[in-house]
């Protein structure tokens, strides 16, 4: 767990120099670097982009697909100073996992691809020269690591990842690197809440700092007006007239808090906050004591050339898109994004489910790769992987708490809970993070197609149903709709007799979809087919009142391992990869912008 992770800003008393760009990048097959001095030079490199997966950048495939150590190199000025400081490197992803050196000096390590972490290189560093960074990066993977699969070596001796899981294994440093320094004392995280009473609003908050200062907490409004000020590590805030953050109309406050010495401010952060509340009543999603009904997408970090890197310019695109056709929600399909990503959701007002990367935690996906078939939850590695599980879902938490866009936390995707043996791992799970986020937040995982109200073992704990189906593609395609159709209803019949008293979101639906490809009457693979599969989930979602959301998979086509049931990556996208609309793109532009918030 990361003592902090607050995101950088830059003030009078604390400074932010972004290190992307060009870095020298090698590949370590066999793994001599430790031994010849990587560490401290990298022999011979080639230039890399930061941030950036290096897979796409390669013409051959050994590099494409190479799995194993590799290297990243980069020099970087340290003025005189900065002595005296906290002095941080601070990476906002390494996939999947790294160990930091400087000058030669061995650092840190982390493991999770899609967290940031902070260097502390304070001692480390030799102030008013140049100084050189390192990272050794790994990208296998195992059944003890977040994302689950296999890592196995060829006839050929070259090492391959087999993922229990649909998205490319993209790898490097995929999201921003920063040097930065902080007052020695000095804030490390903050919480807040919110209860709202009439028109007013009390913002409860904390402050954790590393000194025995006071903390001046202060509020302003978006013009910059001061509404509420107070003095204390805790309290609260209380708002006249309270400008509430809501689904699509998002307003923003900024609190800024403060540690004083007498006169000298020791330290300051400020940050946009929204005030309002979630709440799970009966089958209803309640912002602000009003229900909304989910609209949007399961998406991922993809665009073609730079992989899974953080892309502000795709970003910007996708929120476009969204905006256009009538989204207002999103789920963070598989590991949580990058922070920027948090940021524009809370400035659009988009609901957001973030979710950690336990995916694959199934061995039927790993047999559907060729894997065992033998409950994922019995295996030898779920001890060291429930610690990851924990340390990850603890950092999403602590790092997303903040902001109003999170709605939901979903710990696990498609994990296997037909079994016994799944049930103590939830039951611990579930437990060990039910304080973790001072607002309380759902806490819920997706069903795939085999854990129904029938066969899942683990229905009690989650505090919303995300359900992914595919009848339609999967199964019951094609001219058999009509049955996939019809057991659906069957299903959510047996949900509706069950007397559920908690809400349904599906977070997958969807059928493959060629861009370009148009058949009359459709076929599998035509835009055609792919709109009549989505009408037929829709007349299904407009018939149960129990149902409060619908997150198509996927905002657009994605990259995944070959395979011959994949066409260079996954086609369910409404959009493809370069962001242009097929038919369901309209199809959704039509039925979101005439649905209500609380339909
Ligand atoms: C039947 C499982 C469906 C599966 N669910 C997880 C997503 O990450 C995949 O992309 C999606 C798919 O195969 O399209």
């Given at each position: 767990?990361?003592?902090s992770l607050l995101y950088p800003v830059v003030n009078?008393?604390r400074?932010d ?169 000095r804030i490390t995280d903050y919480t807040t ?10 913002v409860?908050y904390t402050v954790t ?6 903390v001046?907490a202060v509020l302003r409004d978006a ?14 805030l ?7 953050w809501?689904?699509?109309?998002a307003?923003l406050y900024t609190l800024t808090l403060r ?8 330290d300051e952060y400020s940050a946009e906050i929204g005030i ?63 922070e920027q990503?948090y940021q524009m959701a809370d400035r ?50 602590k790092r997303d708490k903040n902001h109003p866009s999170v ?193």
């Amino acid at each position: 767990m990361e003592q902090s992770l607050l995101y950088p800003v830059v003030n009078a008393v604390r400074t932010d120099q972004k290190l992307d760009g060009l870095w020298r990048f090698s590949f370590d097959a066999v793994g001599v670097g430790p031994q010849e001095g990587w560490a401290k030079h990298l022999p011979k490199a080639v230039d890399m982009p930061v941030p950036a997966s290096f897979n796409d950048f390669f013409t051959d495939k050994d590099a494409r697909e190479y799995t194993g150590d590799f290297w990243y190199e980069k020099k970087f000025f340290v003025p005189a100073d900065y002595q005296g400081r906290f002095v941080g490197l601070r990476f906002d992803a390494v996939t999947h996992r790294a160990t930091i050196y400087v000058d030669g000096v061995k650092i840190r390590s982390h493991e999770g691809g899609f967290l940031p972490f902070v260097a502390d290189v304070t001692d480390a560093l030799h102030y008013g020269e140049e100084n050189t960074v390192v990272v050794q990066g790994n990208n296998e993977l195992s059944r003890e690591a977040l994302p689950a699969g296999d890592t196995i070596t060829l006839k050929n001796g070259k090492k391959m990842v087999r993922p229990f899981f649909d998205f490319y294994n993209y790898s490097g440093i995929n999201r921003s690197v920063h040097l930065i320094t902080l007052p020695v004392e000095r804030i490390t995280d903050y919480t807040t809440d919110f209860t709202l009473a009439g028109a007013d609003a009390d913002v409860h908050y904390t402050v954790t700092t590393t000194g025995d200062h006071d903390v001046v907490a202060v509020l302003r409004d978006a013009d910059g007006q001061v509404v509420a000020e107070n003095t204390g590590k805790q309290g609260t805030l209380h708002v006249t007239d309270a400008h509430l953050w809501n689904v699509r109309a998002a307003y923003l406050y900024t609190l800024t808090l403060r540690i004083t010495n007498d006169t000298t401010i020791v330290d300051e952060y400020s940050a946009e906050i929204g005030i309002r509340t979630i709440k799970i009543v009966g089958t209803e999603i309640q912002v602000n004591g009003q229900s909304v009904y989910l609209k949007g997408f399961g998406r991922h970090e993809d665009s073609p050339f730079a992989g899974r890197a953080f892309d502000l310019n795709v970003e910007k695109k996708d929120f476009s898109l969204m905006q256009w056709s009538g989204a207002n929600s999103f789920r963070t399909s598989h590991y949580p994004y990058d922070e920027q990503v948090y940021q524009m959701a809370d400035r659009e007002g988009f609901l957001v489910i973030d979710e950690v990367p336990a995916v694959g935690f199934k061995m039927a996906a790993a047999s559907f790769l060729g894997g065992l078939n033998q409950s994922f939850f019995k295996g030898p590695w779920i001890k060291p992987l429930h610690a990851k599980h924990l340390d990850q879902i603890t950092d999403m938490i602590k790092r997303d708490k903040n902001h109003p866009s999170v709605f939901a936390w979903s710990l696990l995707n498609e994990p296997d809970t037909v079994t016994e043996e799944s049930v103590p791992y939830f039951k611990q799970i579930f437990a060990e993070t039910k304080d973790l986020d001072p607002q309380s937040r759902p806490r819920t995982f997706s069903l795939s197609e085999d854990d129904t109200i029938e066969t899942s073992k683990d229905l009690d704990f989650p505090d919303i149903y995300l359900l992914n189906r595919y009848p339609g593609w999967y199964h019951y395609a094609g001219y058999q709709i009509s049955d996939g159709e019809a057991g659906l209803r069957e299903e959510m019949d047996k949900w509706a007799a069950s007397g559920i008293n908690k809400p349904i979101v599906f977070t997958e639906f969807g059928a493959d979809t060629e861009a370009g490809l148009h058949k009359l009457p459709s076929v599998m693979w035509s835009e055609e087919y792919q709109v009549e599969v989505l009408e037929m989930f829709s007349r299904i979602f407009d018939s149960y009142p129990f149902i409060k959301g619908e997150q198509v998979w996927n905002f657009a086509d994605f990259q995944t391992v070959e395979g011959n049931m994949r066409v260079n990556g996954n086609k369910k996208g409404i959009f493809t990869r370069d962001r242009q609309p097929k038919a369901a793109a309209f199809f959704y532009h039509k039925r979101w912008t005439n649905i209500p918030l609380d339909y």
